[in-house]
């Protein structure tokens, strides 16, 4: 029913099973808070029944049945929801304790810097689902376990501000993915953020704009390959145990030589997302953050179909040093932490370097395949040239793209920033076409910045 549906349908049907939800929970809420203060804790609760989902178009409907959620997953996920979609519903959790005149401790919650209301947290899902109950309570602890549904499936996320505090204390809230499905109805990419340092990278080039030797397009098409056919490979070769899931790569070579465009044509003919992890943004200083962040990355893309892009990766995975300091020993945990998640991640890894020698051997031995892009030779030049400037009308009669091949040896990063130097010389001079000088100019200039002689 679901794929009949446009976007507004979807949103309007999730509205309605999300309300359904909401009465539900509030009845719950209603029994946990008249039995908790009752005065009659010994007797037995009994929840009211979920709505029935069964049948039902919403994306909050089929979550719940195609998972098979009970109870307890239920009012865990309706609980991280509500602060989003009805927040004054968790007002009552305000009620103080006139013994103390403070909040309860057993709510649990926490405070936002914005939002007035309250927040929940784990401790707010074992009141709720447990009480006073400690068995119960303990049966609790397991939903936010790692491999448990709600967290392996990236409905709910938990953080806590300190390790060294209690585990129920850790903020309990909605993936935004999870948010942006059960209400709009539409899939969430994740956008470039403080807390997702990536992005989604993309291009209007095809293969044929892209010119490699044919030793390096026999190692990209492997790559396409495994991409494409994963799980048949493992299967009809009898791999699965012995193989891992992913796939790590690296590329080196020179700069402009085609290794980020590489990486999202591969994304392009495979038709996933690749995402350039910004490593200034994921490395820290102080200890233990640099790891959180690469949790963090590595959890949102675990169940992701993703080719994760590490672009200049020396600065995360260089070479280990000998430890003669503490900043030593903790750096070279960050790179054993780096090495279990990449090894562990079911996706394709890509890893681009100028210098193949700044990469720690733990990392280049696992690798299944070693990449070198080189600088082009001058047949190669020549193609790239004439890919930059399709358009014949656009070239002055002087120009002459096999002499300058053979003449300059350029990357085709350096070919593209000539390319838009001529363009602006000749239309600063107000001429409809480029000339073999604008050409040579601006080669000039990338030989200079290149610091070769001109």
């Known amino acids: 029913m679901k794929l009949s549906l446009s976007t507004s349908e979807l949103s309007a049907a999730n509205a309605v099973s999300l309300d359904q939800e909401m009465r539900w929970l509030m009845e719950v809420m209603s029994v946990r808070f008249n039995h908790y ?82 927040l929940p947290t784990c401790e707010t899902a074992a009141f709720i689902i447990a009480g006073n109950n400690m068995q119960q309570r ?66 209007a080039l095809q293969w044929s704009d892209l010119v490699l030797n044919p030793e390096t397009r026999f190692e990209i098409d492997n790559i396409i390959a495994w991409l494409s056919n994963s799980t048949s490979l493992l299967q009809d070769w009898g791999l699965e145990r012995s193989v891992k899931p992913g796939y790590r790569c690296l590329f080196y070579g020179p700069p402009g030589t085609g290794k980020t465009l590489t990486a999202t044509l591969i994304g392009q003919k495979c038709h996933v997302d690749v995402y350039r992890i910004d490593l200034s943004m994921m490395v820290s200083k102080y200890i233990g953050e640099t790891e959180k962040n690469l949790a963090n990355l590595f959890d949102q893309a675990q169940d992701k179909n993703w080719v994760l892009f590490f672009d200049e990766a020396d600065a995360l995975f260089g070479t280990r040093t000998e430890t003669s300091s503490s900043n030593d020993r903790h750096a070279n945990q960050e790179v054993s932490y780096l090495l279990q998640r990449v090894e562990d991640f079911p996706g394709v890894v890509i890893l681009a370097t100028n210098l193949k020698a700044n990469i720690d051997e733990a990392f280049a031995r696992r690798f299944q395949s070693s990449v070198y892009f080189s600088i082009p030779d001058n047949e190669q030049r020549l193609l790239l040239w004439q890919g930059l400037f399709q358009d014949p009308g656009k070239l002055g009669s ?57």
């Open 138 to 203: 303990f049966q609790v602890f397991s939903l936010f376990d790692d491999e448990q549904v709600l967290l392996s499936k990236r409905l709910i996320q938990i953080e806590r501000s300190d390790m060294n505090e209690p585990l129920m204390s850790a903020a309990l809230t909605v993936t935004s993915e999870c948010l942006n499905r059960l209400t709009t109805g539409v899939d969430h990419k994740p956008d470039y953020s403080s807390h997702f340092p990536a992005k989604r990278i993309s291009t």
């Open 398 to 454: 002087d120009v002459n793209f096999q002499a300058i091949a053979d003449k300059y040896e350029l990357a085709g990063g350096a070919m593209t920033n000539v390319a838009r130097y001529a363009a602006i010389c000749a239309t600063r001079a107000k001429r409809p076409y480029i000339t073999q000088q604008d050409l040579v100019a601006g080669i000039r200039k990338e030989l200079i910045k290149e610091g070769r002689t001109v």
């Open 37 to 118: 203060f009752g005065g009659d804790e010994k007797s037995q609760l009994l929840f009211p029944e979920p709505p029935d989902m069964r049948g039902e178009g919403s994306d909050y409907a089929s979550l719940i049945t195609q998972l098979g959620l009970q109870v307890p997953h239920r009012i865990v996920l309706m609980l991280s929801l509500l602060p989003h979609i009805q927040p004054a519903l968790l007002d009552r959790f305000f009620i103080q304790n006139r013994d103390l005149a403070r909040t309860y401790t057993e709510f649990g919650g926490w405070k936002g810097k914005t939002h007035a209301g309250f």
